[in-house]
Protein backbone atom coordinates (compact mmCIF):
# COMPACT_ATOMS: atom_id res chain seq x y z
CA UNK A 1 0.00 0.00 0.00
CA UNK A 2 2.86 2.44 0.64
CA UNK A 3 3.56 2.15 -3.16
CA UNK A 4 0.13 3.04 -4.08
CA UNK A 5 0.49 6.40 -1.54
CA UNK A 6 3.89 6.98 -2.94
CA UNK A 7 2.89 6.96 -6.34
CA UNK A 8 -0.60 9.06 -5.62
CA UNK A 9 2.29 11.70 -3.90
CA UNK A 10 4.55 11.90 -6.45
CA UNK A 11 1.36 12.46 -9.22
CA UNK A 12 0.22 15.33 -7.04
CA UNK A 13 4.12 17.14 -6.66
CA UNK A 14 4.68 16.74 -10.36
CA UNK A 15 1.10 18.28 -11.13
CA UNK A 16 1.73 21.05 -8.73
CA UNK A 17 5.18 21.27 -9.96
CA UNK A 18 4.23 21.73 -13.34
CA UNK A 19 2.02 24.88 -12.58
CA UNK A 20 4.84 27.25 -11.87
CA UNK A 21 6.32 25.93 -15.65
CA UNK A 22 6.41 28.96 -17.72
CA UNK A 23 8.82 28.45 -20.15
CA UNK A 24 10.81 25.80 -22.92
CA UNK A 25 13.81 24.84 -20.60
CA UNK A 26 11.57 24.48 -17.20
CA UNK A 27 8.73 22.16 -19.15
CA UNK A 28 12.08 19.73 -20.57
CA UNK A 29 13.60 19.86 -16.95
CA UNK A 30 9.96 18.74 -15.38
CA UNK A 31 9.80 15.72 -17.99
CA UNK A 32 13.03 14.83 -17.00
CA UNK A 33 12.47 15.03 -13.20
CA UNK A 34 8.93 13.46 -13.61
CA UNK A 35 8.64 11.26 -16.42
CA UNK A 36 12.44 10.62 -17.05
CA UNK A 37 14.17 7.56 -16.40
CA UNK A 38 14.29 8.48 -12.68
CA UNK A 39 11.00 9.83 -12.31
CA UNK A 40 9.42 8.51 -9.11
CA UNK A 41 6.53 6.63 -11.30
CA UNK A 42 9.42 5.02 -13.54
CA UNK A 43 11.28 3.66 -10.23
CA UNK A 44 7.72 2.40 -9.01
CA UNK A 45 7.61 0.30 -12.56
CA UNK A 46 11.07 -1.16 -11.96
CA UNK A 47 10.49 -1.96 -8.37
CA UNK A 48 7.38 -3.84 -9.50
CA UNK A 49 8.90 -7.13 -9.43
CA UNK A 50 9.96 -6.79 -5.70
CA UNK A 51 6.37 -6.37 -4.68
CA UNK A 52 4.14 -9.21 -3.66
CA UNK A 53 2.50 -10.68 -5.71
CA UNK A 54 -0.88 -10.41 -5.53
CA UNK A 55 -0.20 -6.24 -4.95
CA UNK A 56 1.49 -6.42 -8.46
CA UNK A 57 -1.41 -5.70 -10.66
CA UNK A 58 -2.77 -3.13 -8.46
CA UNK A 59 0.37 -1.33 -8.18
CA UNK A 60 1.35 -1.72 -11.84
CA UNK A 61 -2.18 -0.49 -12.94
CA UNK A 62 -1.90 2.79 -10.35
CA UNK A 63 1.98 3.69 -12.09
CA UNK A 64 0.52 3.18 -15.84
CA UNK A 65 -2.57 6.01 -14.40
CA UNK A 66 0.37 8.04 -13.19
CA UNK A 67 2.37 8.21 -16.27
CA UNK A 68 -0.83 8.64 -18.49
CA UNK A 69 -2.09 11.52 -16.34
CA UNK A 70 0.58 13.06 -15.96
CA UNK A 71 2.26 12.63 -19.86
CA UNK A 72 -1.55 13.81 -21.13
CA UNK A 73 -0.57 17.29 -18.53
CA UNK A 74 2.81 17.67 -20.09
CA UNK A 75 1.62 17.92 -23.48
CA UNK A 76 -1.88 20.38 -22.40
CA UNK A 77 1.40 22.11 -20.76
CA UNK A 78 3.53 22.32 -24.10
CA UNK A 79 0.78 23.63 -25.83
CA UNK A 80 -0.15 26.29 -23.65
CA UNK A 81 3.46 27.74 -23.67
CA UNK A 82 3.50 27.26 -27.72
CA UNK A 83 0.24 29.54 -27.77
CA UNK A 84 1.54 31.38 -25.09
CA UNK A 85 4.19 32.13 -27.08
CA UNK A 86 2.84 33.11 -30.19
CA UNK A 87 0.42 35.53 -28.88
CA UNK A 88 3.61 37.50 -27.31
CA UNK A 89 5.15 37.57 -31.08
CA UNK A 90 2.06 38.65 -32.56
CA UNK A 91 1.84 41.11 -30.23
CA UNK A 92 5.57 42.27 -30.19
CA UNK A 93 6.06 41.64 -33.77
CA UNK A 94 2.52 44.00 -34.81
CA UNK A 95 2.32 44.59 -38.30
CA UNK A 96 0.15 47.35 -39.46
CA UNK A 97 -1.40 45.85 -42.86
CA UNK A 98 -3.43 49.49 -43.21
CA UNK A 99 0.33 50.84 -43.77
CA UNK A 100 1.00 51.57 -47.89
CA UNK A 101 3.10 48.66 -49.82
CA UNK A 102 6.54 50.01 -50.56
CA UNK A 103 7.07 50.58 -54.08
CA UNK A 104 9.61 48.15 -55.80
CA UNK A 105 12.40 50.32 -57.94
CA UNK A 106 11.49 49.53 -61.14
CA UNK A 107 14.29 49.16 -64.24
CA UNK A 108 13.87 50.30 -67.27
CA UNK A 109 15.51 49.55 -71.05
CA UNK A 110 19.03 51.00 -71.73
CA UNK A 111 18.81 53.61 -73.79
CA UNK A 112 21.08 51.89 -76.33
CA UNK A 113 18.44 49.25 -76.20
CA UNK A 114 15.91 50.97 -76.74
CA UNK A 115 17.44 52.78 -79.59
CA UNK A 116 18.10 49.50 -80.85
CA UNK A 117 14.66 48.33 -80.97
CA UNK A 118 13.33 51.73 -82.39
CA UNK A 119 15.97 50.91 -85.24
CA UNK A 120 14.45 47.27 -85.61
CA UNK A 121 10.95 48.81 -85.32
CA UNK A 122 11.54 51.26 -88.31
CA UNK A 123 13.73 48.96 -90.76
CA UNK A 124 10.96 46.23 -90.04
CA UNK A 125 8.80 48.72 -91.32
CA UNK A 126 10.90 48.22 -94.53
CA UNK A 127 11.00 44.66 -94.21
CA UNK A 128 14.02 43.95 -93.21
CA UNK A 129 14.34 41.07 -90.19
CA UNK A 130 17.06 40.93 -87.72
CA UNK A 131 19.68 38.37 -88.31
CA UNK A 132 22.38 37.22 -85.36
CA UNK A 133 25.85 36.53 -86.42
CA UNK A 134 28.80 35.50 -83.69
CA UNK A 135 31.54 37.87 -82.12
CA UNK A 136 34.11 35.58 -82.88
CA UNK A 137 34.90 35.58 -86.13
CA UNK A 138 37.07 34.20 -89.05
CA UNK A 139 39.52 36.25 -90.67
CA UNK A 140 38.14 34.32 -93.96
CA UNK A 141 34.38 36.44 -92.91
CA UNK A 142 35.88 39.68 -90.93
CA UNK A 143 38.22 40.72 -93.90
CA UNK A 144 39.07 37.52 -96.62
CA UNK A 145 35.05 37.26 -97.92
CA UNK A 146 35.21 41.25 -97.91
CA UNK A 147 37.13 41.90 -100.71
CA UNK A 148 40.37 42.54 -97.79
CA UNK A 149 42.52 39.87 -98.71
CA UNK A 150 45.75 38.70 -96.11
CA UNK A 151 47.99 41.72 -96.01
CA UNK A 152 46.01 44.40 -97.95
CA UNK A 153 46.53 47.42 -96.41
CA UNK A 154 42.80 48.23 -96.34
CA UNK A 155 43.42 45.77 -92.87
CA UNK A 156 44.70 48.60 -91.24
CA UNK A 157 41.40 50.36 -90.95
CA UNK A 158 40.76 48.38 -88.47
CA UNK A 159 43.04 47.56 -85.38
CA UNK A 160 42.03 44.16 -84.52
CA UNK A 161 42.12 42.00 -81.38
CA UNK A 162 43.37 38.22 -82.46
CA UNK A 163 42.93 35.50 -80.75
CA UNK A 164 46.02 32.95 -79.98
CA UNK A 165 44.05 30.66 -82.79
CA UNK A 166 45.11 31.44 -85.73
CA UNK A 167 42.92 32.77 -88.09
CA UNK A 168 40.14 33.30 -84.90
CA UNK A 169 39.25 37.22 -84.33
CA UNK A 170 37.01 39.64 -82.56
CA UNK A 171 34.97 40.67 -85.75
CA UNK A 172 35.67 44.51 -86.18
CA UNK A 173 32.59 45.44 -87.76
CA UNK A 174 29.11 43.62 -88.45
CA UNK A 175 30.06 43.32 -91.76
CA UNK A 176 31.20 39.72 -91.46
CA UNK A 177 27.43 38.93 -90.52
CA UNK A 178 26.63 40.19 -94.41
CA UNK A 179 28.93 36.70 -95.67
CA UNK A 180 26.67 34.74 -93.22
CA UNK A 181 23.54 35.90 -94.03
CA UNK A 182 24.28 35.97 -97.66
CA UNK A 183 25.41 32.79 -97.56
CA UNK A 184 22.60 30.97 -95.87
CA UNK A 185 19.88 32.97 -98.10
CA UNK A 186 21.29 32.83 -101.46
CA UNK A 187 20.21 32.64 -104.16
CA UNK A 188 16.80 34.01 -102.60
CA UNK A 189 17.02 38.29 -102.33
CA UNK A 190 17.14 39.34 -98.79
CA UNK A 191 16.97 42.33 -96.46
CA UNK A 192 18.56 41.82 -92.91
CA UNK A 193 19.54 43.85 -89.77
CA UNK A 194 22.67 42.60 -88.15
CA UNK A 195 22.99 43.94 -84.26
CA UNK A 196 25.81 42.86 -82.63
CA UNK A 197 29.11 44.13 -80.61
CA UNK A 198 32.28 44.77 -82.26
CA UNK A 199 35.72 45.65 -81.45
CA UNK A 200 38.86 47.70 -81.77
CA UNK A 201 42.02 48.03 -80.35
CA UNK A 202 42.12 51.25 -80.00
CA UNK A 203 42.19 54.02 -77.66
CA UNK A 204 39.03 55.17 -76.05
CA UNK A 205 37.38 58.43 -76.20
CA UNK A 206 34.09 60.67 -75.06
CA UNK A 207 33.83 59.49 -78.77
CA UNK A 208 34.61 55.38 -79.28
CA UNK A 209 34.83 52.69 -77.48
CA UNK A 210 36.99 49.29 -77.77
CA UNK A 211 33.76 47.62 -78.26
CA UNK A 212 30.60 49.09 -79.33
CA UNK A 213 27.22 48.07 -80.61
CA UNK A 214 27.08 47.88 -84.58
CA UNK A 215 23.96 47.20 -86.25
CA UNK A 216 24.43 45.90 -90.37
CA UNK A 217 22.31 46.68 -92.98
CA UNK A 218 22.09 44.81 -96.22
CA UNK A 219 19.74 44.11 -98.92
CA UNK A 220 20.27 41.98 -101.90
CA UNK A 221 17.87 41.45 -104.48
CA UNK A 222 17.26 42.44 -108.39
CA UNK A 223 17.64 45.79 -109.73
CA UNK A 224 18.43 47.57 -106.38
CA UNK A 225 19.68 51.16 -107.30
CA UNK A 226 21.76 53.75 -105.79
CA UNK A 227 18.29 56.02 -105.65
CA UNK A 228 16.89 52.77 -103.28
CA UNK A 229 19.99 53.02 -101.21
CA UNK A 230 20.11 56.69 -100.66
CA UNK A 231 16.32 56.83 -100.38
CA UNK A 232 16.34 54.20 -97.47
CA UNK A 233 18.69 55.49 -95.78
CA UNK A 234 17.49 58.83 -95.40
CA UNK A 235 14.34 57.51 -94.14
CA UNK A 236 15.69 55.95 -91.74
CA UNK A 237 17.23 59.10 -89.95
CA UNK A 238 14.12 61.00 -90.79
CA UNK A 239 12.21 58.84 -88.89
CA UNK A 240 14.56 58.26 -85.77
CA UNK A 241 15.36 61.81 -85.71
CA UNK A 242 12.81 63.39 -87.22
CA UNK A 243 12.56 65.81 -90.27
CA UNK A 244 14.41 68.78 -88.86
CA UNK A 245 18.13 67.12 -88.82
CA UNK A 246 20.06 67.70 -92.03
CA UNK A 247 21.81 64.71 -92.82
CA UNK A 248 24.07 64.54 -95.48
CA UNK A 249 26.04 61.40 -97.58
CA UNK A 250 30.21 61.86 -98.10
CA UNK A 251 32.16 59.87 -100.75
CA UNK A 252 34.23 57.32 -99.02
CA UNK A 253 36.17 53.95 -98.95
CA UNK A 254 35.50 50.63 -98.28
CA UNK A 255 36.51 47.60 -99.76
CA UNK A 256 33.19 46.00 -99.33
CA UNK A 257 31.34 48.71 -101.19
CA UNK A 258 31.46 50.14 -104.71
CA UNK A 259 30.80 53.37 -104.37
CA UNK A 260 31.17 53.97 -100.76
CA UNK A 261 29.84 56.71 -98.48
CA UNK A 262 29.70 57.72 -94.98
CA UNK A 263 26.39 59.48 -93.80
CA UNK A 264 26.34 62.17 -91.38
CA UNK A 265 23.64 63.82 -89.12
CA UNK A 266 23.78 67.55 -88.53
CA UNK A 267 25.36 68.06 -84.95
CA UNK A 268 22.85 68.04 -82.24
CA UNK A 269 24.70 69.94 -79.45
CA UNK A 270 25.50 72.50 -81.75
CA UNK A 271 23.01 72.46 -84.38
CA UNK A 272 25.81 72.94 -87.67
CA UNK A 273 27.93 75.79 -85.73
CA UNK A 274 30.75 73.09 -84.86
CA UNK A 275 31.37 72.33 -80.89
CA UNK A 276 33.91 69.65 -79.40
CA UNK A 277 31.38 66.66 -79.97
CA UNK A 278 31.41 67.27 -83.67
CA UNK A 279 35.14 68.64 -83.44
CA UNK A 280 34.21 71.65 -85.55
CA UNK A 281 32.34 69.99 -88.54
CA UNK A 282 29.07 70.88 -87.41
CA UNK A 283 28.19 67.18 -88.27
CA UNK A 284 28.67 63.78 -87.03
CA UNK A 285 28.85 60.51 -88.77
CA UNK A 286 26.42 57.56 -87.44
CA UNK A 287 27.42 55.31 -90.98
CA UNK A 288 29.31 53.81 -93.35
CA UNK A 289 27.76 52.72 -96.40
CA UNK A 290 27.56 52.00 -99.84
CA UNK A 291 26.47 49.58 -102.58
CA UNK A 292 27.64 45.99 -102.10
CA UNK A 293 30.53 44.81 -104.12
CA UNK A 294 30.67 42.59 -106.85
CA UNK A 295 32.99 40.56 -105.25
CA UNK A 296 31.36 40.60 -102.26
CA UNK A 297 27.95 39.30 -103.80
CA UNK A 298 30.02 36.63 -105.52
CA UNK A 299 31.47 35.77 -102.16
CA UNK A 300 28.20 35.44 -100.91
CA UNK A 301 26.57 33.30 -103.57
CA UNK A 302 25.15 35.77 -105.47
CA UNK A 303 25.49 36.40 -109.45
CA UNK A 304 26.95 40.32 -109.32
CA UNK A 305 25.08 39.99 -113.04
CA UNK A 306 22.08 39.85 -111.97
CA UNK A 307 22.23 40.80 -107.96
CA UNK A 308 23.27 43.94 -106.45
CA UNK A 309 22.25 45.66 -102.91
CA UNK A 310 23.13 48.00 -100.47
CA UNK A 311 24.65 47.59 -96.63
CA UNK A 312 25.64 50.03 -93.96
CA UNK A 313 26.97 49.57 -90.75
CA UNK A 314 24.68 51.73 -88.41
CA UNK A 315 26.39 52.96 -84.67
CA UNK A 316 23.38 52.87 -82.49
CA UNK A 317 25.27 54.63 -79.89
CA UNK A 318 26.12 57.82 -81.89
CA UNK A 319 22.21 57.38 -83.10
CA UNK A 320 21.15 57.69 -79.16
CA UNK A 321 23.82 60.54 -78.43
CA UNK A 322 21.96 62.32 -81.70
CA UNK A 323 18.59 61.92 -80.93
CA UNK A 324 19.08 62.60 -76.73
CA UNK A 325 21.79 65.29 -77.12
CA UNK A 326 23.89 62.87 -75.02
CA UNK A 327 27.81 64.75 -74.74
CA UNK A 328 30.03 61.77 -74.13
CA UNK A 329 29.27 57.62 -75.17
CA UNK A 330 31.26 56.75 -71.90
CA UNK A 331 27.75 58.19 -70.07
CA UNK A 332 26.18 54.38 -71.70
CA UNK A 333 28.28 51.97 -70.06
CA UNK A 334 29.63 53.68 -66.29
CA UNK A 335 26.21 52.69 -64.90
CA UNK A 336 25.43 55.50 -63.13
CA UNK A 337 21.22 55.46 -62.69
CA UNK A 338 21.11 59.00 -62.61
CA UNK A 339 22.28 59.01 -66.22
CA UNK A 340 19.85 55.86 -66.93
CA UNK A 341 17.24 56.65 -65.25
CA UNK A 342 16.52 59.95 -67.39
CA UNK A 343 15.50 57.46 -70.31
N1 LIG B 1 31.92 47.89 -91.67
C1 LIG B 1 32.18 49.30 -91.84
C2 LIG B 1 32.84 49.85 -90.58
O1 LIG B 1 32.69 49.25 -89.55
C3 LIG B 1 30.91 50.06 -92.09
C4 LIG B 1 30.22 49.67 -93.35
C5 LIG B 1 29.28 48.68 -93.36
C6 LIG B 1 30.55 50.29 -94.54
C7 LIG B 1 28.63 48.33 -94.54
C8 LIG B 1 29.92 49.95 -95.70
C9 LIG B 1 28.97 48.97 -95.70
O2 LIG B 1 33.53 50.82 -90.61
Not at 26 to 34: G, N
Not at 91 to 113: C, N
Not at 289 to 305: F, K, R, S, W
Request: with cysteine; hydrophobic share 40%; charged share 20%.
Amino acid sequence: MDELQSLEQAQAAALAALEAVNDEAALEAWRIAHLGRSAPVMLAFSRLGQAPKELRPQIGQAANRVKQALEEAFAARAQALKEAALQRSLTAERLDVTLPGRRPAQGSLHIETQTLREMYRIFGEMGFQVFRAPDVETDENNFTALNIPPYHPARDMWDTFYTTNPGVLLRTHTSPGQIRAMRQFAPQPIRVVLPGMCYRYEQASSRKDIQFTQVELLAVGYHITFGDFKGTLRDFAQRIFGESLRTRLRPSYFPFTEPSAEMDVECVICRGKGCALCKGSGWLEIMGCGMVHPTVLQNGGYDPAKFSGFAAGIGPGRVAMLRHAIEDLRAFYINDVRFLEQF
